[in-house]
């Protein structure tokens, strides 16, 4: 079993920024691929970023690309989401999700095994 703690969401203004941790317990993550989702209202759950735990390699969604930066520390077992120039239309509940198979990262959420409580995001205008 492996528990996902996310923290770091709040209230930001346009332009501002966020970083996001997702802190994770009962099994080391370095074999695997740790991603970030996320759900606005009324939207379906989107693919947001990715890392390969072991090697680092990272994948962003077209729409975050050159704004966020996923991240990893290995003595905390934790990966961080770091958002930057925030937008209005980045609000939605954050979720990051851990994919146990040792295969390339996947952006497909039914590809995760295990997923976190959330993190609600807001940006006002």
């Known amino acids: 079993q492996v528990q996902l703690v996310e923290s770091g969401g709040g209230l930001v203004q346009a332009g501002g920024s966020l970083r996001l941790s997702c802190a994770a317990s009962?099994?080391?993550?370095?074999?695997?691929?740790m991603g970030w989702f996320r759900q606005a209202p009324g939207k379906e759950r989107e693919f947001v970023a990715a890392?390969?735990?072991?090697?680092?390699?990272?994948r962003y969604a077209d729409s975050v690309k050159g704004r966020f930066t996923i991240s990893r520390d290995n003595a905390k077992n934790t990966v961080y989401l770091q958002m930057n120039s925030l937008k209005p239309e980045d609000t939605a509940v954050y979720y990051c999700a851990a994919d146990l198979a040792i295969a390339p990262i996947t952006s497909i959420a039914s590809e995760y095994d295990y997923w976190g409580q959330g993190a609600q995001v807001t940006v006002s205008s």
């Open positions: 009962g099994r080391t993550l370095s074999n695997y691929n």
């Open positions: 890392i390969r735990w072991s090697i680092g390699n990272t």
